[in-house]
């Protein structure tokens, strides 16, 4: 019997579609990306480690200082059909009114609050002093989202990263009136252990002047009746030093120097205790960057790597919508 | 130490023995139950083992089906598989070795990335199969298919070898593989 075999000649008719469009359509560049995403498989992926000198000309420490040290929650979000920032004092507007809606409807009664809802874009950032006592705090971020921006149509805005600090009711009801307003769709992003564990390496391997907080690790054994949370703290300079043993490619990371430093933890946690850690779920990782939970609570305590949480968070976040 | 040959043994009489290997002992015995519960022709045997080399003081019938389960939710029951697969001979490969993924239902617990699964079943030249083990209906199907695929290694079935289903199913998954 003949065995099959991938055919070598194709006939010129099966070439891709691409070649003979000069403009391709976005429906044909996004199946495009899909299929290069699904042909990718093995190639072992590779981030860049955010570099501090390409960081530090954007972000002004004064200016991002309200978005450090409070934790956020994440949610995905899909593409924003037909939102323009010049209409944004129009969007407080209305958004106003809804929550005052909502907020009689008799979902919650707080009296005396008054709802100074702004919607602002990232060049004003609220003033110091304001009167009143901030109760949530939302914004919709797109770092480097490239591969996502190239296959949308021009009417829709991407921000595919949007954080929220505050109450959940709120985000609740913000959250309804975006996706109302501009037929869009808000998912909670959790994160998972690979990528939780990726995220320790690549923030690991950033280079701080001093360390505000050690590198601390928690873990989840599956077990009944409740479960157990093993942590593991470490010096954040002992973490470095093992981390440069194990990074071979200068300004890149690697999958295998990911699961290497991971492995190096793993096993002297089992020498010590006789625990298999790698059987375990990574729930949580702290370190002087950032923060992270599974649940998809988020961290930032270092204003120099805030792009780089950023890229990496918009990343996951783009996965999650495709 | 001892290597798993797939020929060294005379066959039973109708019987078809399948080797389950895995680190989670819950999921491989619910595993064994549904494929037990299945109708066959042939007399079913299904040996649960945590991890390879098998010990060699046990009289145990000729293995026909050796299915390695890997956790997605645990790295360990990966680095447990890669273990166990240098305990078994070369021409098992030959189609009576197959993969079997489970936990990729709740991407949110997931630790292992699915392309690492799939690379090891290519490099082994085996086919692999996802199934969600806690899942009731999903692992009473794949008990199904488990036994299908296993009469079908013992020989039972006339016309089929275990080497014609794995170039059959190998051949169905695409030219993507093929580019690698």
Not at chain 1, 113 to 138: A, C, H, M, Y
């Amino acid at each position: 019997m003949d065995s099959y075999s991938a055919p070598e000649s194709t006939p010129s008719a099966s070439s891709r579609p691409e070649d003979y469009f000069i403009g391709a359509t976005p429906l044909q560049k996004r199946l495009e990306s899909v299929r290069k995403q699904s042909s990718f498989i093995l190639t072992p992926p590779r981030r860049k480690i955010p570099q501090c000198s390409q960081l530090q000309e954007d972000v002004d420490p004064q200016k991002v200082a309200f978005l450090l040290h409070k934790q956020w929650t994440l949610y995905s979000l899909t593409p924003l059909y037909k939102f323009s920032y010049s209409n944004l004092k129009e969007y407080s507007r209305l958004l106003n009114a809804f929550i005052v809606a909502e907020k009689q409807k008799g979902l919650a009664v707080e009296v005396g609050e008054d709802f100074n809802i702004k919607i602002v874009s990232k060049s004003q950032l609220p003033s110091e002093n304001r009167e009143g006592k901030v109760l949530w705090t939302g914004w919709f971020c797109c770092v480097f989202g490239d591969s996502l921006l190239e296959t949308v149509s021009e009417d829709f805005t991407c921000l595919p990263l949007f954080l929220a600090n505050g109450a959940e009711s709120n985000t609740a009801i913000i959250g309804t009136w975006f996706q109302k307003t501009f037929d869009c769709y808000f998912s909670p992003l959790a994160i998972n252990a690979f990528n939780l564990s990726w995220m320790a390496a690549m923030w690991t391997a950033c280079k701080m002047d001093h360390y505000v907080a050690t590198t601390e690790f928690l873990w989840s054994v599956p077990c009944s009746p409740q479960s157990l949370d093993i942590s593991f703290a470490i010096h954040p300079e002992d973490a470095k030093a093992l981390w440069d043993s194990v990074h071979k490619t200068p300004g890149e990371v690697t999958q295998e120097e990911v699961d290497l430093f991971m492995d190096c933890l793993y096993s002297h946690f089992h020498r010590h205790f006789k625990i298999h850690l790698s059987a375990t779920r990574l729930v949580r990782v702290s370190t002087s960057v950032a923060s992270a939970h599974t649940d998809g609570k988020i961290k930032i305590l270092c204003h120099k790597y805030l792009i780089g949480v950023l890229a990496y968070l918009t990343e996951l976040a783009i996965f999650q919508i495709e | 130490m001892s290597v798993l040959r797939p020929l060294d043994k005379l066959p039973g009489l109708n019987t078809a023995t399948i080797l389950l290997v895995g680190t989670e002992d819950a999921l491989l015995q619910q595993l064994a139950d549904s494929m037990l519960k299945e109708d066959c022709a042939s007399e079913l045997k299904v040996h649960l083992a945590k991890s390879l080399p098998l010990p060699s003081s046990v009289n145990r019938p000729r293995i026909d089906l050796i299915v390695f389960v890997v956790n997605l939710h645990s790295k360990y029951s990966l680095q447990n598989t890669e273990e166990s697969l240098r305990h078994v001979d070369a021409s098992f490969f030959l189609g009576k070795v197959c993969f079997l993924a489970t936990g990729a239902g709740r991407e949110s617990h997931c630790s292992i990335h699915r392309h690492t699964v799939v690379k090891l079943a290519h490099t082994y030249q085996s086919p692999l199969l996802y199934c969600d083990l806690e899942v009731e209906g999903f692992r009473a199907t794949m008990a199904q298919r488990l036994v299908r695929v296993l009469q079908i290694c013992a020989g039972h079935v006339p016309g089929v070898s275990a080497l014609n289903l794995l170039s059959l199913l190998r051949s169905s998954e695409g030219p993507s593989l093929e580019d690698l």
